[in-house]
């Protein structure tokens, strides 16, 4: 594809750029937003003059991130059809707001999350051809499986900066595949997402087991080299002297090639962005399908199981291993509220952002497809947008600004606004609280959190 031919081309280039891999200019800056739920009518930020705080820290950074979710063109001049499998609805965004977006200081966007295939094939393409004609770069989907898993590349006034981007969390058609050879013939790639397959294992006793294995009788999978396990369904479960713990595991081919693309990306760009979309948390969860395939956890789930800020045991890991492998930052989407940030060598890991918008019309409830209502938690309207400054190849500095989502049918319905003083010291707070088991101190000055160079992995100040 397009993306794998000048990914090739930015490699060799940087074999005779010495530069590119020198890391983080001194003074580099990124904000990060989270998910971008909405608007879902066309709209104008510079209408609304709550949204020029906003705009000024996307605006003021050398790159500005943020999770792209749903589809963004307009219905009634694309040829699309809703797909047979989405990821909790078709949210779809006009087209018009992609300017917009990139009006408020976004340059760079994840599309690999639960809503990318919510139109099918059709849809994701359109979707891509409005992100491009607006000027807005995007990473993790694409024509095909190496597409992709490609790094995106943006040019800034310090240099080239990188996105890596994939998603645990999908519909199993939103994956993007290979070409297949068949009968001597060569298909076409799928379209689709960055995927990271992921499973659930519960644990239980060994009687538990048993007893299990039992009762399921033929519809019970066992594994013929592991007599310790029993897959019923979309469960695995694993005898374990603790039982009733839930631990989660990674495809490993998946999570090579996301080794792999990082490190792509730290030969060609000075600074390395490396993003996931993931509701998998540290809550006792619908674990999702046992195989290696992706936990489709749709808003339902989110709320009654998931509403868990601490991520899953997988996540710190692999975040943890992006870094080592050339990634300068890490951020996590999904859970639609803010989690706690670490800092492993020098660079910071968001494990949660929260929601840049969260459009539902004024409503605080959703109900299913199925019937059931539930009530969005009060933390799914509180956010944060984080703005690091490198200095050194490592932070220098973290100023983490709290706001509020609007809700309500009225025009800024939806939109972060910056929080009055109490509620901005409890989003702090409750940050700090986050924080604090990864051995971050978030400071808190002027109604703004403020994290100054920590080293999770060494717990030392840097000098």
Same mark, same amino acid.
């Given at each position: ?20 891999? %020198?890391?983080?200019?001194? &003074? ?39 999770? %792209? ?10 040829? !699309? ?17 992609? %300017?917009? =977006? ?20 059709? &849809? ?28 995106? @590349? ?17 519909? /199993? ?55 310790? %396990? ?6 695995? @479960? ?50 999702? /399908? ?25 996540? /710190?890991?692999?975040?943890?291993? !992006? ?20 800092? @492993? ?72 606004? /910056? ?14 609280? =986050? ?11 002027? &109604? ?16």
């Amino acid at each position: 594809g397009v993306r794998a031919v000048l990914c090739l081309a930015a490699l060799l280039l940087a074999a005779s750029t010495p530069a590119a891999s %020198q890391g983080v200019p001194d &003074g580099f800056s990124f904000a990060a937003g989270g998910d971008l739920l909405g608007p879902y009518r066309p709209i104008a930020y510079a209408d609304d003059p709550a949204m020029a705080p906003v705009a000024a820290l996307f605006r003021g950074a050398d790159l500005g991130y943020a999770n %792209q979710e749903g589809a963004m063109f307009d219905l009634a001049t694309t040829p !699309v059809s809703p797909a047979a499998e989405n990821g909790g609805g078709t949210p779809t965004v006009p087209k018009s707001n992609a %300017q917009q =977006l990139r009006s408020l200081g976004v340059t760079i966007v994840s599309k690999a999350n639960n809503h990318a295939t919510d139109w099918g094939h059709e &849809g994701l393409n359109a979707t891509l051809r409005t992100l491009e004609a607006a000027g807005i770069v995007q990473a993790g989907s694409g024509a095909g499986l190496v597409e992709a898993r490609a790094p995106a @590349y943006v040019e800034t006034r310090l240099g080239r900066a990188a996105l890596v981007s994939t998603a645990s969390t999908f519909p /199993p058609m939103s994956a993007a595949g290979d070409a297949i050879s068949y009968r001597g013939l060569r298909s076409l790639p799928r379209p689709g997402i960055s995927p990271l397959k992921v499973r659930a294992v519960r644990g239980v006793s060994a009687d538990h087991l048993a007893a299990l294995r039992k009762a399921a009788g033929g519809s019970a999978f066992v594994t013929p080299d592991r007599a310790d %396990q029993v897959r019923i369904g979309d469960i695995l @479960y694993r005898s374990t002297p603790t039982p009733g713990t839930l631990s989660w595991e990674t495809a490993p081919d998946d999570e090579a090639a996301l080794l792999a693309s990082v490190r792509t990306a730290r030969a060609n760009a000075r600074f390395v962005l490396f993003a996931i979309h993931a509701h998998e948390t540290a809550g006792d969860e619908d674990a999702g /399908p046992a195989p290696f395939q992706p936990a489709v956890l749709h808003f339902a789930n989110e709320a009654a199981g998931s509403n868990d800020p601490r991520p899953a045991d997988f996540e /710190p890991r692999l975040f943890r291993a !992006v870094i080592d492998a050339g990634a300068d930052a890490v951020a996590r989407t999904g859970p639609h509220q803010i989690g706690g940030i670490e800092i @492993y060598r020098g660079k910071p890991i968001f494990h949660g952002l929260g929601s840049l918008f969260f459009d539902f019309g004024g409503r605080r409830s959703l109900t299913t497809a199925a019937g059931e209502r539930f009530a969005f938690p009060d933390e799914w309207f509180e956010t944060i947008v984080p703005v690091t400054r490198y200095r050194g190849g490592a932070i220098d500095e973290i100023r983490i600004y709290p706001f509020v989502l609007e809700s309500s049918t009225g025009p800024g319905g939806g939109f972060p606004h /910056p929080a009055a003083a109490d509620q901005a010291r409890r989003i702090l707070e409750r940050l700090r609280v =986050l924080s604090a088991p990864y051995g971050t101190t978030v400071a808190i000055e002027n &109604g703004i959190g403020i994290i100054r160079t920590v080293d999770s992995s060494s717990r030392r100040k840097k000098p």
